[in-house]
Structures are given as structure tokens and as C-alpha cells.
């Protein structure tokens, strides 16, 4: 007996579910005549002239905003990076040598960052900032490791990799780095 309910019920299912796909909607999509008008979906609303043309000059405002900004020198594309951008590339180039930096002090014209390696050997990063086209000069300590020349030579090569990287890039607007 309830075999037989389930039966039906699922037979009815299949019945409402073909009945639905052969016949389709009643009414056609305006999308497939390439128009689409206000009785077609309640939510469409026509612009007046005025607004039209008020959205028109928000856009152009908008546009020329944007093109005024990506011109600006502080968001110029540099060679060697921008001074601004010294922070995150030695962030990230600590973080690829295993590095972490535990302190970091900004000056006017320097960024001095205490840092230690993974095995717990202390280092300092500083750079300075230099008139263009050098924009900077990084000097790197490490007092107590045997291959100091090496990690040295290779922290550099990382910050400066990253600096150029970042020089080629339009500058991120409240980066918090």
C-alpha cells in the first residue's frame, strides 16, 4: 500500500516535471527578440533625457578623474621601484630567504629593519633613500654567519628584484605595507 502511494507520487512528479519542460513558458523571452521593455520585468526603469544626460557627465568625470591619476608621478612606472615601495619588497624578500623582520623604523629618507634568520641569527637591513635615478642604496648585516657574503649578496639581489617588479606596476592606493 504505501508502495503504490510512493508510486504515484513520484509518477505525478515526473508528469508535472515533462508537462512543464514540453510546453515551456507561456510567455517568450524579450532577451531572444533583442528587446527589452518595462513589461517584460517590473524592475526596469527609463531613464528621462536629464538623467541620461547627468549619468553621462558622472561617467566622463569619473573617466577623467582616473586618467589624471594613473598620469601622476607618484604613480609612475620607475626602474628601479619607487621609495614607497621599499617596505613590502624587503617583506618579501625576507619571507623568500627565511628571514623575519622584527622591528622596522622609518625615517625621513631611511627604513632601518632589525631582522633574524631561521636558524635565530640576528641581521639588519637599511635602506636609504637616494635621489633619482637611483631612488635608494641597501646595506645588509649579518654579524655572526659563517656564509654572510653569500646571504648578503642574495637578500639584495631579492630587494632589488622586487623593487623593479613593483616600479613596473601602478602604485596600490592605502597599501598597508
Same mark, same amino acid.
Not at 659563517?146 to 630587494?159: K, W
Given at each position: 500500500?504505501?508502495?503504490?502511494?510512493?508510486?504515484?507520487?513520484?509518477?505525478?512528479?515526473?508528469?508535472?516535471?515533462? &508537462?512543464? !519542460?514540453?510546453? =515551456?513558458?507561456?510567455?517568450?523571452?524579450? /532577451? +531572444?527578440?533583442?528587446?527589452?521593455?518595462? *513589461?517584460?520585468?517590473?524592475?526596469?526603469?527609463?531613464?528621462?533625457?536629464?538623467?541620461?544626460?547627468?549619468?553621462?557627465?558622472?561617467?566622463?568625470?569619473?573617466?577623467?578623474?582616473?586618467?589624471?591619476?594613473?598620469?601622476?608621478?607618484?604613480? &609612475?612606472? !620607475?626602474?628601479? =621601484?619607487?621609495?614607497?615601495?621599499?617596505? /613590502? +619588497?624587503?617583506?618579501?624578500?625576507?619571507? *623568500?630567504?627565511?628571514?623575519?623582520?622584527?622591528?622596522?623604523?622609518?625615517?625621513?629618507?631611511?627604513?632601518?629593519?632589525?631582522?633574524?634568520?631561521?636558524?635565530?641569527?640576528?641581521?639588519?637591513?637599511?635602506?636609504?633613500?637616494?635621489?633619482?635615478?637611483?631612488?635608494?642604496?641597501?646595506?645588509?648585516?649579518?654579524?655572526?654567519?659563517?656564509?654572510?657574503?653569500?646571504?648578503?649578496?642574495?637578500?639584495?639581489?631579492?630587494?632589488?628584484?622586487?623593487?623593479?617588479?613593483?616600479?613596473?606596476?601602478?602604485?596600490?592606493?592605502?597599501?598597508?605595507?
Amino acid at each position: 500500500m504505501i508502495q503504490r502511494v510512493v508510486g504515484y507520487g513520484f509518477t505525478a512528479f515526473l508528469a508535472v516535471c515533462g &508537462a512543464g !519542460f514540453l510546453f =515551456g513558458c507561456a510567455k517568450p523571452i524579450a /532577451a +531572444a527578440q533583442g528587446r527589452l521593455t518595462a *513589461e517584460d520585468d517590473p524592475y526596469v526603469a527609463e531613464l528621462s533625457a536629464q538623467d541620461q544626460a547627468q549619468v553621462i557627465d558622472t561617467l566622463q568625470l569619473v573617466g577623467t578623474q582616473a586618467d589624471r591619476s594613473t598620469r601622476s608621478a607618484s604613480r &609612475a612606472a !620607475f626602474d628601479r =621601484g619607487r621609495w614607497s615601495d621599499v617596505p /613590502a +619588497a624587503v617583506r618579501i624578500a625576507c619571507l *623568500e630567504n627565511e628571514m623575519a623582520i622584527f622591528t622596522r623604523r622609518d625615517g625621513d629618507d631611511v627604513y632601518a629593519f632589525t631582522i633574524r634568520t631561521v636558524d635565530d641569527r640576528p641581521g639588519t637591513i637599511r635602506v636609504e633613500q637616494r635621489p633619482a635615478p637611483d631612488v635608494y642604496a641597501v646595506e645588509v648585516d649579518f654579524p655572526s654567519l659563517s656564509n654572510r657574503e653569500q646571504r648578503t649578496r642574495n637578500l639584495i639581489a631579492d630587494i632589488e628584484r622586487h623593487m623593479r617588479a613593483f616600479g613596473r606596476k601602478r602604485q596600490l592606493v592605502n597599501d598597508p605595507y
